[in-house]
């Protein structure tokens, strides 16, 4: 409080420590998040195959991209992926919620409904891609047992990308139920006895009590599970590659076709930088327009 | 409330039994394609082709996890319907655990020196340096990969630990998050007392803040290690060579080679239980813990 020498000593020497110990993190941060987020920035406007130098070439990619058709084409494949993924997840994730709410509050309930979650994506896609193989897999001899056609799934260019889909929404539903049951644990009680008292059903008090307080939950949940499934990639990468045909061709894929596989790491970064741009609008849409930060219990 | 409490009972017990059943077949889908697993491993190689509907292991063996542990020869293998190609899982299992310990040790101890700085020590242009790490968690992963892929490159250590290990070795932005949050909320009395006795700054990181977040850093490690356990895409870009090949990358490259008429499903369900375990023990040591630290830290 006092401009006393001894303080001042004591505030530099607390300073060095910092320092001290931000450093190893710092030195991580710079050279593996900072440095490398510029570098893409600006690799985005050169053209380099790894062989020769990089060559600027100004905003010619970005020019390149909007009237690409297959980058177009990628943008509506992923679309199409996330509006299957995300309604059908978090629906079924909010049922799950609600019921263990109900039944059962045991750990090992909650332990099988998190354990796809903690398989990698790799292992995830090659049981399903035995689950569902055309010939041999076990989903179709059900399928034929209740007397109904072979499906080819991930060989079909209709069936492919809603396949993959509802995977992923085996990975994910257990885990998103987690975290909405955990957000259920929140709401006060009183809150159902006081609607309950005032004559409220069950279907009224889970439109007009559980769902506008889960609100900041939902939220959350919704913006990271969205950014999440615009990201897919490591499913496509052991079921179709892409295919059959462009039929499951996301964006992550077709960057990272042009990287590692053509070789054009400018073109591969602008399209980086692209799905960036659109991953920071729609977060910042979200968080805007369900007002994520206040809840309904205030 | 009586009144209508008994008009009500007969729908309410359907719903609840309809509501059950429901349940119970969301465990099931949950859980089946899991043992599915097992089941097509403890199989017979040639009865899988043939008994696809089965539901229990069809002529019980444990070839398939002998084959893909290398204890069989090639010639042995391709009469298997395995590849010729040598599949070593106890070399891809011990890569897996190289690359996951020494990680998530490294990003753990480093995560929690600095988030200890910024939670509890005075410096300038701290707020400063920790919104940039905050910002850093908004950055989808796509953008720094292929920059980052350029520099291990450059760095000669493509096709090694140290090139698998180094982007999350020192720090994520996560990691140093998460651990601040802990941090501001335990008390500060002990520190406080240890500065009266005369500590120095090391001295109460290292011993009072430090065994006072065991269970914060434990909770972290587990969820880490699971992360980069399944990691996958880069560890297949700059550590496809067999010496550092963990297993997520071998299971992606055994799937590619397997014949494409005929894929090698016993040794593939074999490879993939293995591939399993560690998280299961994990999951099993820790349970309560594990199932707590997803439910509040949901999300990376």
Known sequence: MTTHRQPRLAARREALYAWAFVAPSLIGFLIFFAVPSVRGLLMSFTNWDLL??????????YVRLFGDADFRHALKVTGYYVLMNIPIQTTLALGIAVMMDKFSKSTIIRGILVLPWLLPNIVVALIWLWLLDPTMGFLNQIIMGLGFQRQPFLGSIDQAMPTIAAINIWRHAGYTAILIYAGLQTIPKEVYEAAAIDGANEQQMFFGITIPLLRPVLVFVLVTTIIGSFQIFDTIAITTKGGPV???????????????????????????VALFVILITITFIQMRYFNANSSDLD | MSRAQTRTAPTIQFATILAWGAFALVMLVTLFPVYWVLRTALSDHKEIYVQTAVLWPVGFTLDNFKRVLGMFTAEQSVAMGGTATGINFWLYLRNSVIVSTFLVAGQTFFSAMSAYAFARLRFTGRDQLFFLYLTAMMIPGVVTLIPNFILIRDLKWLDTFQGIMA????????????????FLGIN?????????????IPTIFWRVALPLSVPALSTLAILQFIATWNDYLWPFLVGKKEAVRVLTVALAIFQSQTPQGAPDWGGLMAGTALSLVPTLVIFLVFGRRAVNAIQFTGFR
């Open chain 2, 167 to 182: 982007p999350g070795f020192l720090m994520t932005p996560f990691t140093v998050f998460f651990l601040r949050q802990f």
């Open chain 1, 52 to 61: 020769r130098p990089a060559k600027f070439v100004g905003v010619a990619n």
């Open chain 2, 188 to 200: 500060h009395e002990l520190e406080e007392a240890a500065t009266l006795d005369g500590a120095n």
């Open chain 1, 246 to 272: 462009d039929a499951t061709r996301v964006v992550y894929w077709y960057i990272y076709e042009y990287a590692f596989v053509r070789f054009k790491m400018g073109y591969a970064t602008t399209i980086s």
